[in-house]
């Protein structure tokens, strides 16, 4: 377990404040999170209209509050980008979000090909502790694995990472099915969104700020 690596995954979790849960920094300035974190209904749209410039308040792991905007949302995949905020009238959140990245290194993408044989992972809890887990793959879907974990993962978790035991990412807390034993549902089991989606890959390739380097 590379402890460097994973203290590394702390330093780029961030909280999402407003509906709760967790987001992680991926590159060029870009924060993945899960979609239903937002205040965003995803069959109505409502919250984000046409033109909006939508605050997304986030608070990273020494503490510090920053203000973002999604750049995407994904509903179908419950994925979304948070990125800075694209307005002159918020100069001073964006040059604040450019220290965070600017002083904390991304995570980076797991390009490995996940299967039936378990994965180790380690999910990074808002309780602010590792829980230990394996994700498999989930039928054909290319977006999504089964994540079973030694813990209850409780709400507030989702959005957060879900890393290899040398801190790559492997992809972030979505939602939860139920797992029936027979005739009686035993609990939930957490759905992770796997690595990132090919719009997405290709936005966090391009620098946000002058003079960025992921």
């Known amino acids: 377990m590379n402890q460097e ?21 991926v590159g ?19 919250g984000i209209t046409l033109g909006d410039s939508p605050v997304v308040e986030i608070e990273t792991a020494d503490g510090t509050k920053l203000k973002t905007t999604p750049w995407v949302i994904e509903s179908v995949c419950d ?28 995570v980076p993408i797991f390009r ?27 039928g054909s879907s290319a977006h999504r694995v089964e994540l079973e974990a030694e813990e209850q993962i409780v709400g507030g978790t989702s959005g957060g990472p879900i890393v290899t035991h040398d801190g790559t990412l492997v992809g972030i807390v979505s939602h939860c099915t139920e797992a029936p034993q027979g005739d009686v549902c035993e609990g939930l ?26």
Do not use: N
């Open 112 to 138: 490995g090909v996940v299967s039936e044989r378990p994965l180790p992972v380690l999910i990074r809890s808002h309780q602010k502790k590792w829980i230990k887990g394996d994700v498999t793959l989930l």
């Open 28 to 46: 060029s300035g870009l924060i993945l999170t899960a979609a239903h974190c937002l205040d965003y209904d995803s069959d109505t749209g409502a």
């Open 79 to 106: 994925v979304a980008l948070l990125g800075p905020l694209d307005s002159q009238a918020f100069s001073k959140q964006v040059r604040a979000l450019e220290g965070f990245c600017r002083r904390t290194k991304s």
């Open 189 to 214: 089991i957490p759905m992770a969104h796997l690595t990132l989606p090919v719009w997405a890959s290709d936005l966090i390739s391009k620098p946000r700020f002058e003079g960025y380097e992921d």
């Open 5 to 25: 690596a994973l203290e590394s995954v702390v330093k780029a979790t961030v909280a999402i404040s407003s509906r709760g849960g967790q987001g992680v920094l």
